[in-house]
């Protein structure tokens, strides 16, 4: 791993509240808590923390869910001893030192294990504890120094060697090996080893792309352009918020995944047209479709839940979008016109979000709760209720951030077959990489 040599200096607060984060983890028993909004509690009750703190922070708390795995590993090799027989507190502890001796930030190695120690000093941990913990970090120290840790050969144990280098859980890895070959699956666990650097939609209803162009510059923020995508531009060097941007308030941009931008210009909704998005907030769709209309024709977003349909709208107004009405309501149970109305229906279905791990690291360990049944009875329900809704010569696109064909490929196939009026025009499945996340999108042609 190299050094990432965008975080802040060793800071006790950060370092502790990163703690505080994993505990957090631990003891839910890494149930489906969401990292950022941990983090976002956790920044809650300190509002003096600098943004290069906060950054310090997620970076050790990000690195560590996308290592937690390598380096239970790890301590089971350095100490001898099954993981439980650690309490949950050394782990963590472990984890945090570990992820700076690797160099997941940049630190040195002196302030790595001295800042553990200082932790559990803190923390009133016994003097065999302390001890404990600086031995197994030193010795850490040496075997990173030295020959490493054991791995299972790539091409021997492809499951094995995706948790021990990478830490992608077996259960996660083995279904992906009877689509993918080896080589892209290790090409996709290294990408996901990196945190996703900041990509954004210029939004041209209130600016034009060459004019945003022109104001990164004027600011000295490096971009670059995103194939096929004009609007779309990567941000690699920059680590604050978005906030900080040129034009926030004023609705230059949107932060939007590259993979999620392609969305939109599949399903290329025109100016003039009845649009329907079934699955609609927090808008990174909804409103480039909006932009891609010129803000003309209409869009009916829907969304269930009210905490999200605020978001929603806060994103409409921020970015002048007037041509899209929010409706809330479940999308499997919406009273929709008969015959149907719309000339292009968007079906971002709720997935697994398998494709967004560098971003959600922390998915990596609550895989075995995800329920793939579920999840594909309620994505073919909304397809097959956003195909009703579509006119004949209409045309929709069905899409998940996924990797895995049950969420996409394979069922799609259910839904021709179970569908005769249906013709598949165009799929695409895209793999994580550096510059992406993985995603999935289908566009259909209603006969």
């Known amino acids: 791993m190299t050094k990432n040599k965008s975080v802040a200096k060793p800071q006790d ?6 703690l505080d984060v994993l ?30 703190e906060r950054g310090f922070c997620r970076a050790l708390v990000m690195g560590t869910f996308r290592r937690w795995l390598v380096y239970d ?67 850490a120290q040496r075997r990173l120094g030295d020959a490493g840790f054991e791995c299972p050969p790539l091409t021997a144990d492809l499951p094995g060697h995706c948790q021990a280098r990478f830490g992608w859980p077996t259960s996660f890895t083995e279904p992906l090996s009877a689509v993918y070959n080896a080589g892209q699956i290790e090409a996709m666990a290294q990408a996901a080893q990196h945190p996703a650097a900041l990509s954004i939609r210029v939004n041209t209803l209130q600016t034009s792309v060459a004019a945003y162009q022109q104001a990164l510059e004027a600011g000295q923020i490096a971009f670059e352009l995103l194939t096929d995508l004009p609007e779309g531009l990567l941000l690699p060097e920059f680590s604050g918020s978005p906030r900080q941007l040129p034009g926030y308030e004023a609705g230059w941009f949107y932060v939007q995944d590259a993979a999620s931008m392609w969305v939109s210009r599949l399903l290329n909704p025109q100016s003039g047209q009845q649009v329907l998005d079934l699955c609609a907030a927090p808008g990174s769709k909804t409103t480039h479709m909006a ?15 009210e905490s999200r349909i605020q978001l929603l709208n ?134």
């Open 13 to 18: 607060l950060p370092r502790r509240l990163a």
């Open 23 to 52: 505990l957090r983890f631990e003891k839910a028993g890494l149930e489906k808590l969401k990292a950022d909004s941990q983090l976002q509690q956790a920044f809650g009750p300190h509002p003096q923390l600098t943004d290069q």
């Open 73 to 139: 590993e790890w301590i089971k090799q350095l100490t001898g001893r099954p993981l439980k027989n650690v309490v949950p507190l050394v782990r963590c502890l472990l984890r945090l030192g570990l992820l700076q001796l690797e160099g997941g930030v940049q630190v040195p190695d002196y302030a790595a294990i001295d800042s553990v120690v200082q932790l559990a000093k803190g923390m009133k941990q016994s003097p065999n504890t302390i001890r404990f913990l600086n031995g197994v970090l030193r010795s």
């Open 291 to 305: 932009a891609l209309m010129g803000n003309q024709g209409a869009i009916l977003a829907v969304e269930p839940k």
């Open 314 to 447: 806060e994103n409409l107004q921020r970015l002048g979008v007037t041509c899209v009405m929010v409706q809330q309501g479940d999308g499997l149970h919406l009273d929709l016109a008969n015959p149907p109305q719309f000339d292009a229906v968007l079906v971002d279905a709720p997935c697994s979000g398998s494709g967004t791990l560098r971003r959600h690291p922390e998915m990596l360990l609550q895989w075995k709760r995800v329920d793939l049944g579920a999840l594909n009875e309620t994505q073919l329900a909304l397809l097959k209720q956003g195909f009703s809704a579509l006119k004949p010569g209409g045309r929709l696109v069905y899409s998940t951030c996924s990797i895995l064909p049950q969420e996409n490929s394979q069922l799609v196939q259910r839904f021709l077959a179970e569908t005769p009026n249906a013709e598949l025009e165009q799929e695409s499945q895209r793999l994580i990489d550096t510059k992406t996340d993985g995603f999935y999108a289908a566009r259909f042609l209603k006969k």
